[in-house]
């Protein structure tokens, strides 16, 4: 068996094997044994006593986090001047047409949404700039 590295033997030796610790004793304990310089995940595996083969047993869910997933999505509106007040209004980060049009066909990716009313989906065409291949393209 190989051997254990310095800081996995001090994080070791910082908790008892042998002793069932409650979740906030875990996680008091998981931040003071880590040996990271960022913030590491925690996986938590919870015996719940069921047979997941039989239907009316199966346990499947999620789990909205206090402080969201900690990224913000950046959207952009295209559309156009009638509709920018309203797009501003609905929470959109960038709002414009023909200037954002010219910025993405230039290379400029800094939006993760991008949302086009219908009367101006012919002007925005950056597909070749999206990513996204279409075999009948």
């Not at 030796?13 to 003071?32: F, G, H, I, T």
């Not at 960022?38 to 997941?52: K, N, Q």
């Not at 047993?57 to 969201?68: C, D």
Request: hydrophobic share 35%; charged share 25%.
């Amino acid at each position: 068996m190989a051997n254990l590295t310095k800081n996995r033997t001090i994080s070791i030796s910082r908790y008892d094997q042998e002793k069932s610790y409650n979740l906030s004793e875990a996680a008091q304990m998981v931040k003071k044994i880590t040996t990271t310089k960022f913030d590491a995940s925690v996986d938590i595996a919870v015996r719940l006593g069921v047979d997941p083969k039989k239907s009316n047993q199966m346990v499947r869910g999620t789990v909205s986090l206090p402080h969201g997933t900690g990224k913000t999505i950046r959207v952009l509106v295209l559309c156009t001047p009638d509709k920018e007040a309203e797009a501003k209004a609905a929470g959109a980060d960038h709002v414009g047409l023909g200037e954002y049009i010219e910025k993405i066909k230039g290379g400029w990716t800094d939006v993760d949404v991008i949302i086009t009313t219908p009367s101006v989906m012919g002007q925005a065409r950056t597909r070749k700039n999206s990513g996204t291949a279409r075999p009948d393209a």
